[in-house]
């Protein structure tokens, strides 16, 4: 929203701009720099779950899931956001009252990554995933899978990894129209085939430059157009989880005043 600031200036333009509702997006174990002298929004996992409560309070706001984005085709390392990372995702988010987190596997960034067979690759998504889930349902959580990575952004794929994990009412998938469009698959298809599994959406559309890139990028921060002003097929994703009864939380991933109030306009127009 405004680089170089901290996490509570993130909340006011969210309430400048007319939203009662915010996800808590990037995270980190223990401290930073950043955060500490003020230029850069991101919460500690680690965090005592008071401050970031008064922080949404003051602003109006109610937070609706935790960002617990992973790494879950490399090797298991201390410097990885993998397993620990989103069970403390998952724990923090019990004790601020959210209901959801937010994760994927991402690209392999390793050579050992990179040279998994599809086999592999499941294996090391749901080993990875599977003391997660456990917590989710403990604490009564839902884990969310989100099209972000090789395996993810397809429907085979996705649908895979929900098999394997199972614990159908614990975890579901977080559609981002953007990242499913760009790893090559279709959203409309998504809402199609899993139905009542989806249970959050990031909203972003992509111009046409994006369009030579599908299928070689897997996932991508935000849109910079309004929504409907690119090649992805928003409005038909609208009326395909109005047919299935979605009644879920929906993040705007989008950057830009205008862009971001323009969408805001037509998304409630469309659903």
């Given at each position: 929203?405004?680089?170089?600031?901290?996490?509570?200036?993130?909340?006011?333009?969210?309430?400048?701009?007319?939203?009662?509702e915010?996800?808590?997006?990037?995270?980190?174990?223990?401290?930073?720099l950043?955060?500490?002298y003020?230029?850069?929004?991101?919460?500690?996992?680690?965090?005592?779950?008071?401050?970031?409560?008064?922080?949404?309070?003051a602003?109006?706001?109610?937070?609706?899931?935790?960002?617990?984005?992973?790494?879950?085709?490399?090797p298991?390392?201390?410097?990885?956001?993998?397993?620990?990372?989103?069970?403390?995702?998952?724990?923090?988010?019990?004790?601020l009252?959210?209901?959801?987190?937010?994760?994927?596997?991402?690209?392999?960034?390793?050579?050992?990554?990179?040279?998994?067979?599809?086999?592999?690759?499941?294996?090391?998504?749901?080993?990875?995933?599977?003391?997660?889930?456990?917590?989710?349902?403990?604490?009564?959580?839902?884990?969310?899978?989100e099209?972000?990575?090789?395996?993810?952004?397809?429907?085979?794929?996705?649908e895979?990894?929900?098999?394997?994990?199972?614990?159908?009412?614990?975890?579901?998938?977080?559609?981002?129209?953007g990242?499913?469009?760009?790893?090559?698959?279709?959203?409309?298809a998504?809402?199609?085939?899993?139905?009542?599994?989806?249970?959050?959406?990031?909203?972003?559309?992509?111009?046409?430059?994006?369009?030579?890139k599908?299928?070689?990028i897997?996932?991508c921060?935000?849109?910079?157009?309004?929504?409907?002003?690119?090649?992805?097929?928003?409005?038909?994703?609208?009326?395909?989880?109005?047919?299935?009864?979605?009644?879920?939380?929906?993040?705007?991933?989008?950057?830009?005043?205008?862009?971001?109030?323009?969408s805001?306009?037509?998304?409630?127009?469309?659903?």
């Amino acid at each position: 929203m405004q680089p170089f600031s901290g996490m509570e200036r993130q909340f006011e333009l969210i309430r400048e701009l007319g939203f009662q509702e915010a996800d808590l997006t990037d995270n980190h174990d223990g401290a930073t720099l950043g955060v500490e002298y003020g230029f850069a929004a991101s919460v500690s996992l680690d965090a005592h779950p008071q401050g970031i409560r008064r922080m949404a309070e003051a602003q109006g706001l109610t937070l609706t899931s935790v960002c617990a984005h992973a790494n879950l085709l490399d090797p298991a390392s201390p410097d990885r956001y993998q397993t620990s990372q989103i069970i403390k995702a998952i724990k923090l988010a019990h004790f601020l009252g959210i209901h959801q987190v937010i994760t994927t596997e991402g690209e392999p960034k390793t050579k050992f990554g990179h040279r998994l067979s599809r086999e592999q690759q499941l294996f090391s998504i749901s080993e990875k995933l599977d003391a997660p889930v456990q917590w989710a349902q403990e604490l009564g959580l839902e884990l969310l899978i989100e099209p972000h990575g090789v395996l993810t952004d397809s429907v085979d794929g996705m649908e895979e990894i929900l098999q394997r994990l199972g614990h159908d009412s614990t975890v579901g998938i977080n559609l981002d129209t953007g990242n499913c469009w760009l790893g090559g698959s279709d959203p409309v298809a998504f809402v199609r085939r899993f139905g009542s599994r989806i249970r959050h959406v990031h909203w972003k559309d992509l111009g046409q430059e994006w369009e030579t890139k599908r299928g070689k990028i897997f996932g991508c921060g935000m849109g910079t157009i309004p929504l409907g002003d690119g090649k992805i097929p928003v409005r038909e994703v609208c009326a395909a989880l109005l047919e299935i009864g979605f009644k879920g939380p929906t993040t705007l991933e989008v950057t830009g005043k205008e862009a971001v109030l323009e969408s805001a306009i037509r998304l409630r127009q469309w659903s």
